[in-house]
């Protein structure tokens, strides 16, 4: 008996299969196209334009060139004072004077005798003309081999010209590049059209990198001194050795949980309602690592390894910051005053708002 239900349901299904699939996809005929006869324009009437835009005109005795498969260069306004115009043809940039430029001109030509001694690119200012400069040869290099076989391999050279467009009002320059001299290692390969602009844009972008790097050193160094450190020492509420700052609690605290982080101290717990931090301290170590990727020195913290505890308390000119040890016991004062000079130091380097 348990046959009988997939035999029938084959049965039906072959009885209903016409109605199963839509009439037009089963009996769907090749489509064919017909041309549209040309619109005939009546006498004393002229016929609408066509759009040409996309018209591809015949060039029959056009010569065949090699299609070059690399992406175009785009020159990178970098700088927060720099600028690209529209439609630009050449390899050109524009800088607009700033506060931390002051006289563009000057600026401007520090930065690209800078940069040529920083990539050791000779970099000479023309005699004739005090706005051009022309460089010495410089190298392209590529990475042939692998692991401990790799190395580099000088391809290309190339020389410069840096010119310098002043605006008659002084407060923009423009910066463009061009190529002067070329030359493959290979003799049998050539310089495209396209390559040399690319050539241009590349040496363009490294010295609008090098304005950029220049620009941003100077924000940061005039962020870091208008920022006002009001940490200093006193005493708390029960006249004990503390640190003052005028900050109000809450940001106090928030501040402290980030300067935590990268200088020895680990919280242990955290007491939010009494605005207490229960830290272990351990002198961070720098490892061989750690001197390769960066240059900043480990500020030590005049601490013993060991436990402490971190009460903040509202004060009149902001907040208390009492240092306690494991046992509840506040620091000295001379243990308070050199905390104080590393905290200082610490809240320099990480950018605390202390």
């Known amino acids: 008996m348990q046959y009988w239900i997939p035999a029938s349901l084959i049965a039906s299904l072959f009885i209903s299969g016409c109605s199963l699939f ?5 009996e769907q005929a090749k489509v064919e196209a017909k041309p549209v006869a040309e619109l005939k324009i009546p006498a004393g009437l002229t016929a609408a334009k066509k759009p040409t835009q996309f018209d591809i005109p015949p060039a029959p005795n056009a010569p065949v060139t090699e299609v070059e498969l690399k992406s175009p260069m785009q020159v990178l306004a970098l700088a927060t004072n720099s600028r690209v115009e529209e439609e630009e043809k050449e390899a050109r ?3 607009e004077r700033s506060e931390f430029t002051g006289d563009l001109l000057p600026y401007l030509k520090k930065n690209v005798l800078d940069f040529g001694a920083e990539k050791q690119i000779e970099i000479k200012q023309n005699a004739q003309d005090p706005m051009a400069f022309e460089t010495g040869w410089v190298s392209r290099f590529e990475e042939e081999g692998f692991w401990f076989w790799k190395s580099e391999i000088e391809k290309e050279q ?12 002084g407060r923009a320059v423009g910066m463009r590049v061009q190529l002067l001299e070329h030359r493959f290692i290979d003799n049998s390969k050539q310089l495209s059209a396209i390559a040399q602009k690319r050539e241009e844009v590349y040496f363009l972008n490294r010295l609008v990198d090098k304005v950029a790097t220049v620009e941003l050193a100077q924000i940061k160094l005039k962020k870091a001194q208008s920022r006002q450190i009001t940490l200093t020492t006193g005493f708390d509420a029960e006249g004990n050795a503390a640190m003052l700052t005028g900050q109000p609690i809450d940001v106090a605290w928030s501040q402290l949980e980030l ?5 020895g101290f680990v919280v242990n717990d955290l007491n939010r309602t009494s605005y207490t931090f229960f830290l272990t301290y351990k002198e961070p170590e720098t490892g061989f ?3 390769l990727w960066t240059d900043e020195k480990v500020i030590a913290v005049p601490l013993a390894d060991g436990d402490y505890q971190l009460v903040l308390t509202k004060s009149e000119v902001g907040t ?3 240092w306690r040890n494991s046992l509840g016991k506040n620091l000295s004062a001379d ?4 905390l104080y000079q590393a905290l200082v130091q610490i809240i320099r380097k990480d950018n605390i708002e202390l």
């Open 22 to 26: 839509p009439e037009e996809v089963a």
């Open 158 to 169: 190339s020389r410069f010209l840096i010119k310098l467009e002043p605006k008659t009002h």
């Open 289 to 291: 690592w750690d001197s």
């Open 259 to 263: 300067m935590f982080e990268q200088n």
């Open 320 to 322: 208390a910051l009492s």
């Open 335 to 338: 243990q308070m005053n050199g």
């Open 93 to 95: 940039i524009w800088f």
